[in-house]
C-alpha cells in the first residue's frame, strides 16, 4: 500500500507540473479552467437538492403504495406512467410554469431545473422502495410482528433497511438520469429569451455554440471527473455497505461470508487522517446521542397516540387524492378543450414525425444490440477485460449523451460537411450513445449471472460456436436483454427530444421527428397549443409500445428464462 | 395470580379456510386443546397438515376463520410479549447484531438501554453465544443463528414460548445438540418458558421432547390423537418403548 500512495504522490506531483504550465502558456484557458469546480459546484447542488427532494419522496410513496392497499390502486398506476413517459418533453411546460410564474426568471429557472431531474430521479426510486416492501420475508415481517415492533420502530428497524439495497442501486441509476437531465436544464430558451444557469452543462453547451472545440472538451472532462469521483467516493462504498442490508433467501445454514466488509475498504491507501476523525465523531457523538433519545421518545408517542397518527395518514393521502382529481379533471378538461377547438395547423404532420422518431430510435438500438452483444459476451466471461476494459466503458457511460451532444454534432458536421444527414447522423448517435450503455450493463449482468454448473454442463457436453450461444448464452441473455431494452427505449425517448435539434456555432441542424416538432413549436414559434400535441402524440407513441411490446416480452421472459431453479 | 383461574393457552374449536374464486378450502377444523404451566407440547402430523398455520393462529400472527385462541383467559394478541416465537428460517434481521437482534423485543417494550443490554448478555450467554455478541447474522452458522432466534426469544422472558420447526434446516448433529439445551432451559426454573408448544414434522423428535404430543391429520388437518408421552427423562432413543411410541404416531397418520 506504501508504495501506492507514493507512486500517487508522484503522479498528483505531475498532474500539478502540467497544470501550472499549462497555465503559464495559455493563459485564457487557465482562467475559464479556474472557475470549472465553481460551476461543477453549481450543477452538484442541484443534483443534491433534487436527491434529497427524492429521497424523501420515493421514501414515502413507496411505502405508502407497499403498505396500503386502497392507496396503491391509485399509486401505482401513476408510478408506472410517470416512469415510463418522456418527462423532457414537459420540460417547456415546467419551465413556463415556475419562469412566468411570479418567482421570476432566476429562483423560477432554478426551480424548473430543480423539478426537472426530481422528477428523472424519484419514481424508480420509489418502485424501489415499493418492491423492498412488498418482497419482505413473511418470516421477518411474522417476528416483527410478534416481538410488538409498530410504528416508528417497525419503520427503523424493519422497513427502512430493508429498502437500503435497493435504494442505494437506484440511486446510482437515478443519479445517471440526474446527470442526462441536468445538462439540458441548464440552459433553458423560451420563445421570448434564453436563461443561462452556471453550471457545467450551460458551458459545454455554449462552448458548443461557439464551435469551440477545445471548451467542449474541457467542459466534458470535468463532468466526467466530478461523476467519477461521486462514484468512486460515494457510490461504490455506498453499495458495499448496502450489501449488509441485503436478506439471505436461503434458510439453509450455509455461510455466506465470514467477514462483511467496511466500505472504505478498497480506498485504504488514502490518508486516514485519524485524529481529525476522532475530533469530528467527539463532536457528532452529542447529535447521535440526541437521535437515540428523539427516536426513543418518537417511538413512544408513536405508540401512545396511534389513532392521531391514523387519522394524520388518511388526511395525508386524503390530500394527495384530491390533488390528483384536481389535476387530472383540469388535464382532462385541457385535452377536451383541445379536439373542441380546430386543431394546430401542424398536427397533421406527427403521425409522420413520430413514424421518424420511432424508425430513428429502432436504428439505434439495433446497432446498439449488434455491438453490446457480443462485447457483453466477451466482458462478462473473462477476468481480465473485467478488470481492464469495464472500466473504461464505465468512464464513457458516466457523461450524459445530453453533454455529448455539441461534440457529436461537431463530428457530424465535419464527416458531411454541413450537409442535411449532418442532422440525421448527429440525432442517430446521441441517441445510440443515450441507449447503448443500459444495455451493455445490463447484458454483463446478464453473461454473468449463468450459474457455473450450467456453463460446465454446456461444456462437458461439447456445445462449442453457435450451438453454445443458441443454446445457453442467448437464452440465458433474454431477462437482462429485456430489462435493459426497456430502460434504454425510456433513455431513446428522452434524448430524441434534446438530439433531433441540434445546434452547433451559428447554424441548426434539424431533421423530422416529434422531438424536433417540440422544440420548433415551444421555442422558436411559441405555439403551446401544438407543443401540448406533441407531447401527448410522444406519451401516447411510448405508453402504447410498453403495453403492447414491451410489458408482454418482459413477462414471458421473466417466466420462461429465470435462472433461480 | 389470575392464571390460576385459567389453563395458560386454550385453542378453542379454531379452524381455518382459504377462498379463492368462491371455494372454500379447509386447512383446519375444529383444533381443540389446553397447555398449563410447565408443559412441553409438540404439534405432529405430515407436510401440508396445517400445523404451521395453526401455530401462527394460536400466537395472533393469523386469524382463524371460527374459533378463538385464548391466553389466560384472554383473545390473543400478536405483540402479547408473554409469548415469544421461533421461526423455522431463524428470521434474524440481517442488518442487527446478534446482540441487537436479541434486544429486538425488549426495545418495543420500551426499556432503557443499559437494562436491555444487560438482558441481552443474560440470554446470549445462556445459548452460548458468549463472544458474538457483535458479530451479524450473515458471519454465524444455522445453529448459532437459531442459538441467537431462541436467545431473542427468552429475552422478553414469555410464558410461552411457539416454535415452529425449529431445527428442521439444521444438519442432525447441531440439531440434536440444540434439543438438549432447549430441554435444559425449559427444566431451569430461573429461566423462562414456562411451557413450550413446538411444530414439528419429525416424530422421532416430538417423542424425544415432549410431555404431550397432538397428532393431526392432513387436508384438513383435524385431532387425531393426544398422547401423553410418559417416558422419564433423559430419554434414550434406542429404547423400545421409545421406538412403541414412535410407532405408534407413525401409525396414527398412515
Known amino acids: ?565 | 395470580m389470575m392464571g390460576d383461574a385459567h389453563p395458560l393457552l386454550q385453542v378453542k374449536d379454531v379452524s381455518k379456510s382459504y377462498f379463492d374464486n368462491g371455494k372454500e378450502f379447509k386447512i383446519l377444523d375444529l383444533i381443540r386443546f389446553e397447555l398449563t404451566e410447565r408443559d412441553f407440547v409438540c404439534l405432529v402430523g405430515p407436510s401440508g397438515c396445517g400445523k404451521s398455520t395453526l401455530l401462527r393462529i394460536i400466537v395472533g400472527l393469523d386469524a382463524p376463520t371460527s374459533g378463538q385462541v385464548l391466553f389466560e383467559g384472554h383473545p390473543i394478541r400478536a405483540d402479547n410479549p408473554q409469548v415469544a416465537m421461533v421461526f423455522q428460517s431463524f428470521a434474524l434481521f440481517p442488518w442487527l447484531t446478534v446482540a441487537q437482534n436479541v434486544e429486538l423485543g425488549l426495545e418495543a417494550l420500551h426499556e432503557d438501554p443499559a437494562k436491555r443490554r444487560a438482558v441481552a448478555k443474560k440470554f446470549i450467554d445462556a445459548v452460548g453465544l458468549t463472544g458474538f455478541e457483535n458479530a451479524y447474522p450473515r458471519e454465524l452458522s444455522g445453529g448459532m443463528k437459531q442459538r441467537v432466534g431462541i436467545a431473542r426469544a427468552l429475552a422478553i422472558e414469555p410464558l410461552l414460548l411457539c416454535m415452529d420447526e425449529p431445527f428442521s434446516s439444521l444438519d442432525a448433529l447441531t440439531a440434536q445438540n440444540l434439543r438438549d439445551e432447549i430441554l435444559q432451559l425449559w427444566s431451569n426454573p430461573d429461566l423462562p418458558p414456562e411451557a413450550v408448544l413446538m411444530v414439528t414434522h419429525s416424530i422421532e423428535e416430538a417423542v424425544y421432547l415432549a410431555d404431550r404430543v397432538i397428532v393431526l391429520s392432513s387436508r384438513p388437518g383435524r385431532m387425531v390423537a393426544e398422547l401423553e408421552i410418559d417416558l422419564p427423562r433423559p430419554r434414550n432413543r434406542k429404547d423400545p418403548e421409545f421406538y412403541g411410541w414412535v410407532d405408534e404416531i407413525y401409525s396414527l397418520i398412515v
Open chain 1, 1 to 565: 500500500m506504501r508504495g501506492l500512495r507514493g507512486r500517487l504522490r508522484i503522479l498528483a506531483g505531475i498532474l500539478i507540473a502540467t497544470g501550472v504550465g499549462t497555465a503559464i502558456a495559455f493563459p485564457d484557458a487557465a482562467r475559464t479552467a479556474a472557475i470549472l469546480p465553481v460551476l461543477a459546484l453549481f450543477s452538484i447542488s442541484r443534483m443534491v437538492a433534487a436527491y434529497l427532494l427524492s429521497l424523501v419522496f420515493a421514501i414515502s410513496y413507496g411505502h405508502t403504495a407497499a403498505t396500503n392497499k386502497r392507496a396503491a390502486t391509485v399509486l401505482l398506476p401513476i408510478m408506472d406512467i410517470l416512469q415510463s413517459i418522456p418527462i423532457l418533453g414537459f420540460f417547456p411546460f415546467v419551465i413556463a410554469f415556475f419562469v412566468q410564474g411570479p418567482l421570476g426568471d432566476l429562483l423560477g429557472s432554478e426551480i424548473a431545473a430543480v423539478f426537472l431531474i426530481f422528477t428523472s430521479m424519484a419514481w424508480n426510486m420509489a418502485f424501489g422502495v415499493y418492491e423492498s416492501i412488498t418482497t419482505l420475508p413473511a418470516d421477518l415481517d411474522q417476528a416483527a410482528r410478534s416481538f410488538g415492533l409498530v410504528g416508528w420502530l417497525r419503520f427503523r428497524l424493519l422497513a427502512f433497511p430493508a429498502m437500503v439495497p435497493k435504494l442505494v442501486y437506484n440511486s446510482i441509476l437515478s443519479w445517471t438520469n440526474g446527470w442526462f437531465f441536468l445538462v439540458a436544464s441548464e440552459i433553458i430558451t423560451t420563445p421570448s429569451k434564453n436563461i443561462v444557469r452556471p453550471g457545467l452543462g450551460s458551458f459545454i453547451f455554449l462552448a458548443g455554440n461557439r464551435g469551440d472545440l477545445g471548451g467542449i472538451a474541457v467542459g466534458i472532462a470535468c463532468l466526467a471527473t466530478v461523476v467519477l469521483l461521486l462514484d468512486i467516493f460515494l457510490w461504490r462504498p455506498m453499495s458495499v455497505w448496502s450489501e449488509r442490508f441485503r436478506i439471505e433467501t436461503t434458510a439453509a445454514g450455509e455461510r455466506a461470508s465470514l467477514h462483511v466488509p467496511s466500505p472504505y475498504e478498497r480506498l485504504r491507501w488514502l490518508p486516514r487522517f485519524s485524529r481529525l476523525r476522532r475530533e469530528v465523531a467527539r463532536r457528532v457523538q452529542p447529535l447521535l446521542d440526541g437521535y437515540a433519545r428523539s427516536s426513543a421518545k418518537l417511538d413512544r408517542v408513536y405508540s401512545s397516540h396511534r389513532r392521531v397518527i391514523r387519522a394524520v395518514r388518511r388526511a395525508d393521502i386524503g390530500l394527495f387524492l384530491a390533488i390528483f382529481v384536481i389535476v387530472v379533471a383540469t388535464g382532462l378538461v385541457g385535452v377536451v378543450g383541445f379536439f373542441l377547438r380546430p386543431l394546430p395547423s401542424g398536427a397533421k404532420d406527427l403521425p409522420v414525425a413520430a413514424a421518424f422518431s420511432f424508425l430513428r430510435l429502432l436504428l439505434a438500438y439495433l446497432s446498439a444490440l449488434a455491438w453490446t452483444i457480443p462485447v457483453a459476451a466477451w466482458l462478462g466471461r473473462s477476468k481480465w477485460a473485467a478488470r481492464f476494459v469495464t472500466p473504461a466503458f464505465e468512464i464513457s457511460a458516466s457523461i450524459p449523451a445530453t453533454a455529448l451532444q455539441p461534440l457529436i454534432i461537431g463530428f457530424a458536421v465535419a464527416i458531411t460537411m454541413g450537409g442535411y444527414f449532418a442532422g440525421e447522423i448527429g440525432a442517430y448517435l446521441v441517441s445510440l450513445f443515450a441507449m447503448q450503455w443500459y444495455l451493455l450493463f445490463n447484458l454483463i449482468a446478464g453473461v454473468r449471472s449463468i450459474p457455473g454448473d450450467l456453463d460446465e454442463a454446456a461444456r462437458a457436453f461439447g456445445l462449442r460456436g453457435r450451438t453454445y450461444w443458441r443454446r445457453l448464452l442467448l437464452p440465458a441473455l433474454v431477462p437482462s436483454l429485456a430489462t435493459g431494452s426497456i430502460t434504454a427505449w425510456g433513455a431513446g425517448w428522452n434524448a430524441l427530444i434534446v438530439a433531433e435539434y441540434l445546434q452547433f456555432g451559428r447554424s441548426v441542424y434539424s431533421v423530422t421527428g416529434l422531438g424536433a416538432s417540440l422544440f420548433q413549436a415551444t421555442v422558436v414559434t411559441g405555439d403551446y397549443a401544438m407543443g401540448y400535441l406533441t407531447v401527448l402524440a410522444m406519451t401516447v407513441v411510448v405508453l402504447t409500445l410498453n403495453k403492447l411490446l414491451w410489458r408482454p416480452i418482459y413477462k414471458r421472459a421473466a417466466v420462461k428464462y429465470r435462472m433461480d431453479v
